[in-house]
């Protein structure tokens, strides 16, 4: 047989890469204790370790405000938190182990080490033990979309009135959103907007895509590499970017007319865990739990994991490692055995919301216990695939847990999903797996999240769970009771959710003034209807004393407004809320929080700087400026934005934006970077503003 020139380069690069990493591996060092933890009394934070590990960066006061939703405020951190002790990390490196990350959770240290360097390590008096890390040979794949099984694209909702005119505004994502009934939700003007979503996979090339490149990105890490970059970069796989990237557009993607994401108002954090290399020398399940970790602390609600792990190989890439690998028939599918699985637990204990994909491991025959690591996890949502007829995938993993809990909890559409691809701009691709059905499962919990932002993860998974919708096939004996271990459930859908909650609102405003008048506007939704004459708008000029509005119905569908009265000065700050009570006497707060928070904003925010044919230009405020300066503007319909910051001499610096927006409020903010991503000198630079043609220039002044 005659080999491919291909094929031998694959093998001798195996061969090289094998050779250079001959008797090392990759461990967990475990350790007694944490002594700055066991004997914190620094007084100079009020014996508090709480503001400690605030002010030293280790967590952050967004995750802590979650972690209040299921934690006593007199435990809401624990020793658990603090960091791995720093002089047991130098004292294995001084014996020559060469750390590569650590865990808070478990606290560990992960060492790639040879045998004699691993007898050190357990000869360490603070040295608990020791384990070989689980390496993954193939921890996710993209399924060839079936070319015998059609999609649909309906032109009209069949659950609700739509706020677009038909199905074209989602392109051909249209089908895998409607199944679990988005659009609907979407059309209230419910977009996932306050929620921080976290994703876990290979790597993420979004600047370079129509559908992503102005997603709201708020932290990335790459966690195989240890910077900041979780796109493609030397040393990685063409490929390795490819997966993540088609799993953050199904959540987070916009681009109209193609592909819309469930929660694409939402922001996200990226960590790039898992390794796409050109062989199979593979380390991941220590990646993915240090990815969580740091995403917990810095404060997610929601975390998207498409990625899982089974049987494990030894590094040199062949024949499986039957020591540190995962086995159903042995029992390893039981939520405490796996570290990722424990993570996960952790984190949903902590607050987050955890939605890990179930696997693509097949059910042959209807077999049982084909799922994934860590989708064994107690308290989360482990997701597994339907097509768009609500029929099972034949690649859906199945449960139960080794410890009888069902598995799937529920299931998405998982079969040809409309995705973006790498390189872009504009690829995209039909794309297959419980990877797809897992952030339409997530965005779900995060449009939930956007408007009960106190709920718990069992309040969402409870919620999602009882609002399922069973499929039932007549010649399907799994679909004949409910739950099950093929569907879990039901498969997810977001309109149902929303609606058993009775009474929600996007928690957003918009403005705008008509005859010298100012008028604030939201959105309210009640299953029994909105009683506007017992509603009411509160608004004030010093957040102290608050003068009461009426409200009134406007043109748009479910919108609800009240005018200000006595602004008389742009510098001026407004503060106000809604409180909007329905037909059966339910009362809803507008932001949700109402008076304790409500929504602030400056007075230029509420007058135009001019009318031009389609848009709204505010003053940038502030101006001048040293953080960050915001660009807002109303659109009056959908429209081809461009924002560009030019210098005096007329030099473009920066894109701010450039892309389709939909109608209504827009803000963005320019914190005086460069296209190179430094910071531009200080000095009088121009704000270009284009709508559909027309343009006005904003002056702003930047000082270091």
């Not at 994401?261 to 796409?276: I, N, P, Q, R, W």
């Not at 560009?644 to 927006?661: A, P, Q, S």
Request: hydrophobic share 40%.
């Amino acid at each position: 047989m005659k080999l491919s020139s291909a094929f031998l380069f694959a093998v001798l690069l195996s061969i090289f890469l094998c050779t250079a990493a001959y008797g090392q591996n990759r461990y967990w060092v475990f350790f007694k204790n944490k002594p700055e933890a066991a004997g914190f009394t620094d007084f100079s934070y009020g014996g508090s370790a709480e503001r400690y590990l605030v002010d030293q960066g280790v967590l952050t006061t967004r995750a802590i405000d979650r972690r209040l939703k299921v934690l006593p405020a007199s435990n809401i951190v624990s020793v658990m938190d603090f960091p791995v002790y720093s002089g047991y990390i130098d004292s294995l490196e001084r014996a020559g182990l060469e750390v590569i990350g650590t865990s808070r959770w478990f606290n560990a240290a992960t060492v790639l080490v040879d045998s004699l360097q691993l007898t050190k390590a357990r000869r360490f008096s603070f040295v608990k033990g020791t384990r070989r890390v689980a390496v993954s040979r193939v921890p996710f794949s993209n399924l060839e979309y079936p070319a015998n099984h059609p999609r649909l694209l309906y032109k009209v909702s069949s659950a609700g009135t739509l706020s677009h005119a038909d199905s074209t505004f989602y392109g051909p994502s249209f089908t895998q959103l409607e199944l679990s009934g988005i659009p609907q939700v979407q059309s209230l003007g419910i977009n996932g907007q306050g929620v921080l979503i976290g994703m876990l996979d290979a790597g993420f090339r979004y600047e370079t895509h129509d559908a992503l490149k102005n997603i709201k990105i708020v932290g990335e890490h790459d966690f195989i590499q240890n910077d900041s970059i979780t796109a493609n970069q030397p040393g990685d796989s063409s490929d390795q970017d490819n997966h993540g990237t088609s799993t953050l557009s199904v959540i987070g993607g916009y681009a109209p007319g193609n592909l819309i994401g469930v929660s694409y108002g939402s922001s996200f954090m990226l960590a790039k865990t898992e390794y796409v290399p050109v062989t199979d020398y593979q380390w991941e399940e220590d990646n993915w739990v240090e990815g969580l970790e740091w995403m917990e602390s810095r404060g997610v609600d929601v975390v998207s994991s498409s990625v899982g792990y089974s049987t494990f190989v030894y590094p040199n890439g062949y024949g499986v490692d039957s020591s540190i690998s995962y086995f159903y028939s042995r029992g390893d599918m039981n939520g405490r055995t796996s570290y990722a699985s424990r993570a996960a637990t952790i984190a949903a204990r902590l607050g987050v919301v955890v939605v890990q994909a179930n696997g693509n491991e097949y059910h042959p025959n209807n077999s049982l216990g084909t799922l994934i690591i860590p989708a064994d996890a107690d308290s989360i949502i482990s997701v597994g695939a339907v097509d768009f007829t609500g029929r099972l995938a034949i690649f859906s993993s199945t449960g139960p847990t080794n410890d009888g809990r069902i598995k799937p909890d529920l299931v998405a559409d998982g079969v040809g999903d409309y995705v973006a691809v790498v390189p872009g701009p504009d690829t995209y691709a039909y794309e297959s797996g419980t990877s797809f059905a897992t952030p339409i499962t997530a965005g779900i919990a995060a449009l939930i999240l956007s408007v009960r932002p106190n709920f718990t993860p069992m309040q969402v998974i409870n919620l999602l769970k009882n609002t399922a919708v069973q499929h039932h096939g007549p010649t399907d004996s799994t679909t004949a009771t409910y739950p099950n271990n093929f569907y879990g459930w039901g498969i997810v859908n977001a309109w149902d959710a929303i609606k058993a909650l009775g009474f929600v609102s996007p928690n957003v405003f918009t403005v705008w003034t008509t005859n010298s008048n100012s008028y604030v506007a939201t959105s309210a939704y009640s299953t029994s209807g909105v009683n506007v004459s017992l509603s009411r708008a509160y608004y004030s000029f010093d957040g102290v004393n608050y003068s009461s509005a009426p409200l009134f119905a406007t043109d748009t569908a479910d919108q609800y407004a009240f005018r200000i009265s006595g602004l008389k000065s742009l510098a001026s700050s407004v503060y106000f809320y809604f409180d909007f009570t329905d037909s059966t006497g339910r009362e809803l707060s507008v932001p949700y929080s109402g008076a304790k928070s409500p929504f602030s904003a400056p007075g230029w925010e509420l007058y135009p700087q001019e009318v031009t044919r389609n848009f709204l230009l505010y003053d940038n405020y502030p101006n001048p400026f040293n953080t960050g300066t915001h660009v807002s503007f109303v659109l009056k319909s959908a429209s081809n934005v461009n924002i560009d910051v030019y210098d005096v001499l007329g030099r473009k610096v920066y894109t701010i934006f450039n892309g389709t927006l939909q109608p209504g409020f827009h803000d963005f903010v320019w914190n005086g970077n460069s296209a190179d991503g430094d910071q531009v000198a200080s000095g009088a630079y121009l704000i270009k503003v284009e709508v559909d043609g027309a343009f006005r220039v904003l002056k702003s002044l930047y000082l270091k």
